[in-house]
Nanobody
Framework: VQLQASGGGLVQAGGSLRLSCVASGKIGSIIVMNWYRQAPEKQRELVASISSQSSTTYSDSVKGRFTISRDNAKNTVSLQMNSLKPEDTAIYYC??????????????WGKGTQVTVSS
């Protein structure tokens, strides 16, 4: 299973970016799709999650500004980021939890995409 993220870049504070992540390979059933981020010298944190039923959760720091969505047919998860702040600067990682028949749950990570917000 491979996860390919795209959409990162440099944006001014107040701007917007949209991240996308496509999963490929023998995926099975995707239980949950997540976006994490890791800023320099900080721990990786969960930013947003979306379940197979499209139930969403957000960290308090992004609630109201970020929107996570998924396209089950395309095995894609997206993160629309609005009103970006310098503190949103980080490497963003997509993550999925899947299950295949006869196997337990498996956790996969993408390589990350850099988001830089200038003040």
């Amino acid at each position: 299973v491979q996860l390919q993220a795209s959409g990162g870049g440099l944006v001014q504070a107040g701007g917007s970016l949209r991240l996308s992540c496509v999963a490929s390979g023998k995926i099975g059933s995707i239980i949950v799709m997540n976006w994490y981020r890791q800023a320099p010298e900080k721990q990786r944190e969960l930013v947003a999650s979306i379940s197979s039923q499209s139930s969403t959760t957000y960290s308090d720091s992004v609630k109201g500004r970020f929107t996570i969505s998924r396209d089950n047919a395309k095995n894609t998860v997206s993160l629309q980021m609005n009103s970006l702040k310098p503190e949103d600067t980080a490497i963003y990682y997509c993550n999925i939890l899947t299950v295949r028949p006869g196997e337990g749950a498996m956790n996969y990570w993408g390589k990350g995409t850099q988001v830089t917000v200038s003040s």
